[in-house]
């Protein structure tokens, strides 16, 4: 793994959107995997800016997302997709057609997960997936204990997962615990990965990825049998972290 050090969220968004902006740049037709949570709120704002201001242009562009809750439909105000149209989509000019999140209001939510890992596949894979990470070592919504051979499939979600999302509800018991999310070998078959992490409450979770054991108890610590995975961090995330991994870390920081 790469890890850049960065002094804050402002910053590693910033930083996020320029490792983007520069694969949007390289291949007009990317195919982009993408993310929700407060994480890449920043990433997201940086990188609609540079289209509006400097033509960064998402025409050729196809989206997959992580996850969706199972039980609200694309129009529920905290459904991923509505996440994306009001924080990314709607303000870029990315194709809707070419724009995918699972559906998790589907009847038949095991063909769904197949449907969309064929989706995923017949565009030749993910090249360039952006993550956050759980508190508990999460990705996308592979709880800890996620076998590391696993597909898009329904998940059912930790108790500490539904309370750290209980934020975007009126209350914790809206929150739905099932969700449909891309699996772990479908995480690691992108190309290149770019996972972001800020803020002390991440510090724990960051350390056990880059330092602890791998192991899917720690669902993250798996991402480090990939070839090409970028952790941007800031500083408070990095608080535990050992003086040999911030001594290897590329700064940011002026």
């Given at each position: 793994?790469?890890?850049?050090?960065?002094?804050?969220?402002?910053?590693?968004?910033?930083?996020?959107?320029?490792?983007?902006?520069?694969?949007?740049?390289?291949?007009?037709?990317?195919?982009?995997?993408?993310?929700?949570?407060?994480?890449?709120?920043?990433?997201?704002?940086?990188?609609?800016?540079?289209?509006?201001?400097?033509?960064?242009?998402?025409?050729?562009?196809?989206?997959?997302?992580?996850?969706?809750?199972?039980?609200?439909?694309?129009?529920?105000?905290?459904?991923?997709?509505?996440?994306?149209?009001?924080?990314?989509?709607?303000?870029?000019?990315?194709?809707?057609?070419?724009?995918?999140?699972?559906?998790?209001?589907?009847?038949?939510?095991?063909?769904?997960?197949?449907?969309?890992?064929?989706?995923?596949?017949?565009?030749?894979?993910?090249?360039?997936?952006?993550?956050?990470?759980?508190?508990?070592?999460?990705?996308?919504?592979?709880?800890?204990?996620?076998?590391?051979?696993?597909?898009?499939?329904?998940?059912?979600?930790?108790?500490s997962t539904i309370e750290a999302n209980a934020r975007y509800f009126e209350?914790?018991?809206?929150?739905?615990?099932?969700?449909?999310?891309?699996?772990?070998?479908?995480?690691?078959?992108?190309?290149?990965?770019?996972?972001?992490?800020?803020?002390?409450?991440?510090?724990?979770?960051?350390?056990?990825?880059?330092?602890?054991?791998?192991?899917?108890?720690?669902?993250?610590?798996?991402?480090?049998?990939?070839?090409?995975?970028?952790?941007?961090?800031?500083?408070?995330?990095?608080?535990?972290?050992?003086?040999?991994?911030?001594?290897?870390?590329?700064?940011?920081?002026?």
């Amino acid at each position: 793994m790469k890890v850049l050090l960065v002094e804050g969220y402002q910053e590693m968004s910033k930083v996020a959107a320029q490792l983007f902006a520069q694969e949007v740049r390289s291949k007009a037709d990317l195919v982009l995997g993408l993310a929700t949570g407060g994480t890449p709120v920043g990433m997201y704002a940086e990188l609609i800016r540079m289209h509006q201001e400097e033509g960064l242009d998402f025409s050729q562009a196809t989206s997959f997302n992580l996850d969706e809750y199972v039980g609200l439909s694309s129009e529920h105000p905290q459904s991923y997709r509505m996440y994306m149209q009001e924080n990314f989509f709607g303000q870029v000019n990315i194709d809707p057609r070419r724009t995918h999140i699972p559906r998790g209001d589907v009847q038949d939510l095991g063909a769904e997960c197949s449907r969309y890992e064929q989706s995923i596949a017949a565009t030749g894979g993910i090249d360039i997936q952006v993550l956050g990470i759980g508190n508990n070592g999460h990705i996308g919504f592979n709880e800890p204990g996620s076998a590391p051979d696993t597909r898009t499939r329904v998940v059912q979600l930790t108790m500490s997962t539904i309370e750290a999302n209980a934020r975007y509800f009126e209350a914790v018991d809206e929150v739905p615990t099932q969700a449909i999310s891309m699996g772990i070998q479908t995480i690691l078959s992108a190309k290149k990965i770019v996972l972001l992490a800020s803020g002390v409450a991440k510090a724990e979770a960051v350390r056990n990825m880059l330092e602890g054991e791998v192991t899917p108890a720690v669902p993250a610590s798996l991402l480090r049998s990939h070839p090409d995975v970028t952790v941007v961090v800031d500083e408070q995330a990095a608080s535990q972290l050992s003086p040999a991994t911030i001594g290897g870390a590329v700064t940011t920081r002026k």
